[in-house]
């Protein structure tokens, strides 16, 4: 199985020492967002958890404790977009996050590396040029430590839509012209992109609609040939990723970027960020009275009889 630590929240930026520690103890206890009482108990161990995926924007925190995940495979989804602090208020600046990918790269491994480059939105200031050369420059600096991008454009959320009102919808024409912008640059750079939930018409020769967290792509990152299970996979329609297994929390991530559809509203998360304890199993808070707590079915999808790099030549 796949632990997740992406889709909620921003851990390696704010919650390492946590999640090290939950490395350490062999376990974690996980919230469920739509039913608080009910409680998920996940073992962290390798035999039964294939690789932890990370998805942040700010990875630096979580670099000097690396040495805990040797016994883990790991996939590692790195946002760097070109927008300003008007934008992303507290992301730190892209050329050192730049730098920190190409850290996690030599730890990690080229395959175990992804670049997002998500949302995509226009504006006067963010128009489809700037685009254009925002997505080059990226491109030409960290295609030796990866070789996919995952790009999708804005989602308009009822979130969004109240802490972002000036967001507006990337209209097909704007979205086919960066596409073919972005694939031409990846294919110099021989890259693959992956469209997150777009139009398969975007689809072209080094563009697929196979999601970001794909069966696919996990089994690149960590070289295995993986039997999963249907009710693993997708976690919205026409979803093919492998998002389950989520350890985070909705409304605990401060970066305060303006399109953020995990966070309600920077008050919640500042208080959820005050009941944070790292030494608890959970994390936001702690266990209370009544919670029922339930361990997880997990099982490695490792397939034994099938190396990944075998599985490729046939």
Not at 66 to 72: A, Q, S, W
Not at 126 to 139: C, I, L, Q, T
Not at 157 to 164: D, Q, R, S
Request: charged residues 25%; proline residues 5%.
């Amino acid at each position: 199985m796949i632990i997740n630590t992406g889709s909620r929240t921003d851990i390696p930026a704010f919650f390492s020492e946590w999640f090290y520690n939950r490395i350490k103890a062999g376990f974690v206890l996980v919230r469920n967002p739509y039913d608080p009482m009910m409680v998920t108990r996940y073992v962290l161990d390798p035999s039964v958890v294939d690789a932890i995926s990370f998805c942040t924007k700010n990875p630096a925190p979580m670099l000097p404790g690396l040495h805990e995940l040797d016994r883990f495979k790991s996939f590692f989804m790195v946002t760097i977009t070109p927008y300003g602090r008007e934008i992303e208020p507290l992301v730190p600046d892209k050329n050192e996050v730049v730098e920190l990918f190409k850290a996690l790269s030599e730890y990690a491994g080229k395959n175990a590396m992804s670049w997002r480059y998500d949302p995509v939105f226009i504006s006067e200031k963010y128009s489809v040029e700037f685009h254009k050369r925002a997505f080059a420059d990226f491109a030409e600096k960290l295609h030796p430590y990866t070789s996919q991008c995952v790009v999708s454009f804005i989602d308009l959320y009822e979130k969004t839509k109240m802490n972002f009102p000036e967001a507006k919808h990337v209209s097909k024409k704007e979205q086919e012209e960066l596409i073919d912008s972005f694939s031409e640059t990846a294919r110099k750079y021989g890259m693959q992109i992956h469209l997150c939930l777009e139009d398969a018409g975007l689809i072209r020769d080094n563009v697929d609609a196979d999601g970001c967290y794909s069966q696919a792509v996990m089994e690149k990152a960590i070289g295995e040939h993986l039997t999963v299970p249907n009710a693993a996979i997708g976690a919205r329609k026409g979803c093919r990723c492998l998002l389950g297994s989520d350890i985070g929390a909705y409304n605990t991530c401060a970066h305060g970027c303006l399109y953020c559809y995990a966070n309600y509203d920077m008050e919640i998360v500042h208080q959820n960020m005050r009941w944070h304890d790292p030494e608890s199993p959970l994390l936001i808070g702690h266990l209370h009275k009544g919670d029922m707590v339930r361990d997880a079915k997990q099982r490695s999808w490792i397939d034994p009889q099938l190396n990944i790099f075998d599985f490729i030549s046939r």
